[in-house]
């Protein structure tokens, strides 16, 4: 059957209007990296920031292709005339997305070799092509080649004796044309080690820098060196041409659970046919000639309309290498984050089950340090009160302390249980090593349940305090990864108030074992009761907009793409509801649309920092109900994830919420306005440009 890469039209979605009240998805997203790609072209950022957001912007689209595209081009071939809630087919969408990514692509090489690479030099950082290194420098490049590149290059020769090579996907490879007086002409390819710098450091001209001036690095592309020294990979033939192309395949790998009797097996294995994924683009350089190029096309069974010619080099995500650099001068200034204030003189780790138990605990990453939530379980650990620790794990990182603790309080004969999901996608490998190195240490590992992805961001901690049995539970927006935690917005509670610890045991028991539940006392879990309870909260705004008490809702999310939610909110907004959306990427709504939507607005904040938070603010006629989240106004979120949603309760953290939405509303330096054609655009500034991420990294206090 088709694999849609995310159906955008649940059961039961409204078709009351046409569908020329939605945007469509895939170039609301492409408007998105877009925007990404306008800081790297903003040169009011530092500049190994602004080299930052290029990569990001590449690694963004290969990201694209290999889900969302890929998940087009099964569609076109197995459902040519479905439509898209926006009533496009698969084939007008490839088209239009393809003509966009060309567009793109082009305003990305003008911004490295116009803007980034022309500065680069003027602060003695200097990428260089082969072709411009002196003497000094391709001796050293020589040198690099014959210790570190040579020896673990494979050159693979195509001939009747040998098939054409498996190209696996995003790798940089060199089509190789040699020739000698037996045989004439014939095609190899080689391919650029992922596991070298994409960037090789070579030694800088002497007088690349001024007197008092940073020391000055020179760099040379990888693929480069290794086209420059071809002849010793095929000694006694005549090196006639090389060149770079770049192979993205399908990589959204559906994964039969119900036909699976070991779930990890099953992943290691969708993880290897991820390698043998149809190709859904080819990028080559415009110096590749056509039969070359028709060569690579045949044999990669790639489509026409996927290859790209693309000015080198290919896979620009590997500029980001440059943002290693020790140049301070260069980059975003550091900032330490701060601890709110009832966290900042504890001494001990039941001295933070003291404040827990105190007063509810709000935390704004990564303005406020990630380090008390690997101090709660870091402290469970070694508690002698603590009797057991439960937690969901989604994406976790490298080397991880909340994972290195949970494994000291099994040694602590603690009662350990981690959810921790095996499907996160493109985490599934180092999921899997977790997973096995929890097992090992005698942690309960369970791998969630069939069909849905656990989303929710849960840890609780059963501790006996005085007073008997308490329940000490930390619910987020991110992931438990503490390298993301100091680079994305995310929010965090900490508290022992009973409903909610209560709710977070049931959601704990249901996922462990054989409960069924559909109702909890604070928690909105999807899925099931979290879609019909945002229903009912919009449904409240709107009452109190016809008893003429105003009504209002902030919704901060990653993208809006649900049919069924968009017209609950077009609904709401023709009933006097006025809507405010922060929607980062995709979004399918249509704003300030007389007659549809007239009082919404939607912006997106693009900025040093991913928005990662999820907020959902219900005025309630002053009385305001706001909850926090994993999840986002997605079908996957809603219907096919095991997600929460948790309430504030305490009105100094609504407050403290209230003021980020305000600012982030009032945003107009990292702010773009979303136009009901789809187009987004700056807002104006009255005075001096309003910087919501600059002003949180200035504030002094914590809620």
């Avoid at 694209?64 to 009533?87: H, I, K, N, T």
């Avoid at 990305?108 to 950082?125: F, K, S, T, V």
């Avoid at 002053?622 to 949603?645: F, I, K, Q």
């Amino acid at each position: 059957m088709a694999r849609p890469s995310e159906p955008d039209t649940p059961p039961g979605a409204s078709t009351a209007a046409g569908p020329e009240r939605f945007l469509n998805r895939e170039l609301s997203w492409m408007a998105f990296n877009a925007r990404v790609l306008a800081e790297a072209q903003n040169a009011q950022h530092p500049l190994l920031e602004r080299v930052k957001f290029l990569a990001i912007f590449s690694s963004n689209l290969d990201e694209f292709f290999m889900v969302r595209v890929s998940g087009l081009r099964e569609l076109l071939a197995e459902a040519p005339q479905r439509q898209s809630p926006d009533g496009r087919t698969p084939g007008e969408q490839l088209a239009a997305i393809r003509a966009l990514a060309l567009e793109q692509f082009a305003a990305q090489r003008r911004c490295w070799h116009e803007e980034l690479r022309p500065a680069l030099r003027e602060a003695g950082i200097h990428v260089l092509d082969y072709a411009e290194l002196d003497p000094a420098q391709r001796a050293a490049g020589a040198q690099f080649f014959a210790d570190e590149v040579f020896p673990v290059l494979t050159p693979l020769a195509v001939d009747p004796s040998r098939p054409f090579p498996h190209i696996s996907n995003l790798s940089l490879n060199l089509a190789v044309i040699v020739r000698d007086d037996e045989h004439g002409e014939r095609f190899a390819r080689v391919k650029v080690p992922a596991t070298l710098p994409r960037l090789v450091p070579i030694p800088a001209a002497s007088d690349a820098a001024g007197p008092g001036e940073a020391a000055p690095a020179a760099f040379v592309w990888l693929d480069q060196l290794i086209g420059a020294h071809l002849g010793q990979l095929f000694p006694g033939q005549a090196i006639v041409a090389h060149h770079a192309f770049r192979v993205t395949r399908d990589a959204d790998v559906e994964i039969a659970e119900d036909d699976a009797d070991n779930l990890l097996q099953m992943i290691a294995e969708s993880v290897r046919e991820r390698r043998f994924g149809a190709v859904v683009r080819l990028s080559v350089v415009p110096e590749m000639p056509e039969r070359l190029r028709d060569l690579l096309q045949a044999n990669l069974q790639s489509d026409a309309d996927a290859v790209y010619v693309l000015p080198a080099p290919l896979g620009m995500a590997g500029a980001m290498g440059l943002t290693k650099l020790d140049r301070p001068d260069l980059k975003d200034p550091p900032f330490t984050p701060r601890l709110p204030a009832p966290l900042r003189r504890l001494r001990t780790g039941g001295e933070l089950f003291d404040a827990i138990r105190a007063q509810d605990i709000l935390l704004h990453h990564p303005y406020d340090s990630f380090q008390p939530v690997v101090d709660l379980i870091a402290a469970a650990a070694t508690d002698p009160h603590v009797l057991a620790i439960k937690q969901t794990l989604y994406r976790v990182g490298n080397d991880s302390p909340i994972v290195a603790a949970l494994m000291r309080a099994r040694e602590q004969d603690k009662q350990v249980t981690v959810l921790l999901e095996l499907k996160a996608r493109f985490d599934e490998e180092n999921n899997m090593g977790w997973a096995r190195a929890l097992e090992d240490a005698g942690v309960h590992v369970v791998y969630g349940l069939i069909g849905l992805k656990t989303h929710a961001k849960l840890a609780l901690v059963v501790r006996r305090d005085p007073d008997g049995l308490r329940r000490y539970v930390h619910l987020g927006t991110g992931n438990y990864n503490v390298s993301t935690a100091r680079l994305y917005t995310d929010m965090g509670l900490l508290t022992c108030r009973p409903e909610i610890g209560a709710d977070v045991s049931d959601l704990f028991n249901v996922l462990t074992g054989y409960a069924v539940q559909d109702h909890y006392r604070e928690l909105l879990v999807a899925p099931g009761q979290l879609r019909r309870q945002l229903r009912a909260l919009i449904e409240r705004e709107v009452t109190h907009a016809q008893a003429g008490r105003g009504g209002r809702i902030a919704i901060k999310c990653n993208a809006l793409v649900d049919t069924a939610m968009i017209d609950e909110l077009y609904r709401a907004a023709q009933a006097g509801v006025r809507v405010d959306l922060i929607i980062r990427s995709a979004c399918m709504l249509r704003p300030e649309v007389p007659g549809l939507s007239e009082g919404i607005a939607v912006r997106s904040v693009v900025g040093r920092f991913l928005e990662h938070t999820r907020i959902y603010w219900f005025e309630n006629g002053g009385e305001p109900t706001v909850y926090l989240g994993s999840a986002d106004l997605m079908p996957r979120n809603l219907d096919r994830r095991v997600e929460t949603l948790f309430p504030l309760h305490d009105r100094r953290l609504v407050d403290a919420v209230r003021s980020v939405v305000d600012l982030q509303l009032a945003d107009t330096a990292r702010a773009w306005l979303l136009q009901p054609d789809g187009v987004y655009v700056r807002p104006a500034a009255d005075g001096e440009p309003c910087d919501s991420q600059a002003a949180l990294l200035a504030e002094g206090d914590g809620a």
